[in-house]
């Protein structure tokens, strides 16, 4: 009797046992193939379903990341400088130029700054972000490169943009995080998005100075910077605006507004890398006869196909380089003179 | 004695004439029934579990389900 009640409760098991295995092991080898292939599978999710997912950085990016790096082997003195330099570096550090900025309190000149022409290419369809192409950098500025800094963003949307894409929160940390990104590898200064907030602008009949304007006026909360995001498309003089600080003026603009590339995916992504860029002091460079101008530099005015890994010219580079620590212009800062570049078109 | 044997083989006469349809034909079934039944089907409810085991691992991919998952598989390699 306890035999027969053993056999009929192994049967039963057996019986329920079996379909469960076999439905668990077709789920797990899913789950597992869906890891395997993470990236093309959330990017066919992205742009063919139109679902809201982030895509996944190939899925190399555990594994072959670090091939990446290694390909860049000048990544190696990078490393190098910032260990040696690791006991000089409090000097700079506690000898914050605040300290003796304060006195002369020399009001900021950042000036607004040219705005960055359209890519008149038409880009290939959406692509996922590449990693930036890093150069190597050597001495003083890769001292410079090794010291972390980190700058708090206050974002601002404009309420055509809030319309064309629901998830804007999303669409401004995603856009925000890739851009930190690439600052972090080419300056090593990590963007913190602080806060995000509608912009109650009018989508329509501002010049960019004027929005420019706008969002410099704005309560910067505890952001350091603050960036407005519009869905102006690019026409054919400008794809954003932003103060530039002159290279010896003590601080960092805090300004910026970043107009949409609807051709691009990531519509500000590579106009919000060149207005950061001039936070920091780097200048424009609109001629096409320049070798930087013809490598895309996100500086230049070139039109980069979306699918090339950003980079930016090395002087540019070292000019960030060099200002990365200065502090940005205080909010009770007189709004910079609108007076010089105000000319859409005129460089800087 | 003898009256046991006889209703016994009734019983089976009739078991015979009644095997398929309850009017005693057997019903054929297309090829179109069969592959709906042997192939779509049971094809979309496997595919469909696989599917969402694809899907699990490829927005989840850090959730202990997956890192299960792929650690059983990691044990084959």
């Known amino acids: 009797m306890n035999w027969k009640r053993i056999k009929a409760v192994g049967k039963l098991g057996l019986l329920f046992g079996t379909p469960l295995l076999v439905v668990l092991g077709l789920f797990g080898t899913g789950v597992y193939v869906g890891d395997l292939y993470r990236e093309p599978i959330t990017s066919f999710e992205k742009e063919w379903l139109g679902l809201d997912v982030e895509v996944a950085p190939a899925h190399a990016s555990d594994d072959a990341d670090d091939p990446k790096e290694e390909e860049t082997p000048p990544k190696a003195p990078v490393t190098e400088p910032p260990a040696e330099a690791s006991e000089p570096k409090p000097e700079p550090e506690t000898k914050p130029e605040p300290e003796t900025k304060p006195e002369p309190e020399p009001e900021p000149k950042p000036e607004p700054v040219e705005p960055t022409p359209p890519p008149a290419e038409p880009t290939p369809p959406p692509v996922e972000v590449p990693p930036t192409t890093v150069d190597p950098v050597e001495g003083p500025l890769a001292t410079q490169l090794a010291t972390p800094v980190v700058v708090g963003v206050k974002v601002l949307v404009d309420d055509a943009l809030v319309e064309r894409r629901p998830d804007w929160i999303d669409y401004v940390q995603r856009t925000l995080s890739r851009a930190s990104a690439v600052y972090q590898k080419q300056f090593g200064v990590e963007l913190e998005l602080v806060a995000v907030g509608r912009w109650g602008v009018p989508i329509e009949g501002l010049s960019s100075l004027e929005l420019l304007e706008d969002v410099q006026a704005r309560p910067r909360e505890a952001a350091s910077v603050v960036v407005g995001f519009t869905e102006r498309p690019l026409d054919n003089r400008t794809s954003g605006k932003a103060f530039t600080p002159e290279s010896d003026a003590p601080f960092n603009a805090s300004a910026a507004v970043v107009y949409a590339n609807a051709s691009h995916r990531d519509a500000h992504l590579r106009s919000l890398l060149h207005e950061l860029g001039h936070l920091f002091g780097a200048r424009d460079i609109p001629d096409a006869a320049h070798p930087d101008y013809q490598s895309g530099s996100w500086m230049s005015y070139a039109p980069v196909p979306e699918s090339r890994a950003p980079w930016i010219d090395a002087a540019n580079r070292a000019r960030i380089l060099e200002r990365k620590q200065k502090p940005f212009a205080p909010a009770s800062a007189p709004a910079p003179a609108p007076a010089e570049p105000a000319a859409e078109g005129a460089t800087p | ?77």
Do not use: C, E, Q, Y
């Not at chain 2, 034909?25 to 595919?47: D, E, N, Q």
């Not at chain 2, 899907?55 to 890192?67: E, L």
């Open chain 2, 1 to 77: 004695m003898s009256t046991s044997d006889k209703p016994a083989k009734a019983d089976d006469a009739a078991l015979v004439a009644t095997d398929g349809d309850d009017d005693g034909t057997k019903k054929k079934r297309g090829p179109l029934a069969w592959a709906l039944g042997w192939i779509a089907v049971p094809g979309a409810v496997l595919g469909g579990i696989f599917a969402g085991g694809v899907i699990v691992g490829a927005n989840f991919h850090d959730s202990w389900v997956t890192r299960a998952f792929v650690w059983i598989g990691n044990l084959g390699s």
